[in-house]
């Protein structure tokens, strides 16, 4: 599912990628992030733009089983990652984040994963991230 990322003319992706290195340098900093991927790192500074809400105990198990496989996912939950990467292109990764916070946990979490790997080539590629 990972694409690459149209040519960026958003001013609010924009806006947010400015934001975005930021926290991934505040990310890279703590001593206790030393050991995290690249990767991680992206996805940890996209949590950071909106706090999320904390998951019930009894939602951890569908998080974890399946955030690792968009693929089986409803075709619900496949649109609403869609919508939500289409917002954060278009309105800015802290609306969409937000927006993504109101939904499942496992909407939340392929949204966080998905939207990592379809910035972080560009990220890459400005340097921002090795």
Same mark, same amino acid.
């Given at each position: 599912m990972p694409e690459e990322l149209p040519q960026f003319s958003h001013?609010?992706?924009?806006?947010?990628i400015l934001r975005l290195?930021?926290?991934?340098?505040?990310?890279?900093?703590?001593?206790? !992030?030393?050991?995290?991927?690249n990767k991680e790192v992206v996805k940890q500074s996209i949590?950071?733009?909106t706090p999320t809400p904390a998951v019930p105990f009894g *939602?951890?198990?569908?998080?974890?089983?399946?955030?690792?496989?968009?693929? !089986?996912?409803?075709p619900e939950a496949k649109l609403e990652v869609e919508y939500l990467l289409d917002m954060a292109l278009h309105e800015g990764i802290e609306k969409a !984040?937000?927006?993504?916070s109101k939904s499942s946990p496992?909407?939340?979490?392929?949204?966080? *994963?998905?939207l990592t790997?379809?910035?972080y080539p560009e990220l890459k590629k400005r340097g921002i991230v090795d």
């Open positions: 001013a609010a992706l924009e806006a947010d290195t930021r926290e991934i340098r505040e990310h890279r900093a703590r001593p206790e !992030n030393g050991g995290m991927s949590r950071a733009f *939602d951890m198990s569908q998080k974890a089983t399946l955030s690792t496989d968009l693929d !089986n996912a409803p !984040n937000g927006e993504a496992f909407v939340l979490d392929a949204f966080h *994963d998905i790997d379809r910035l």
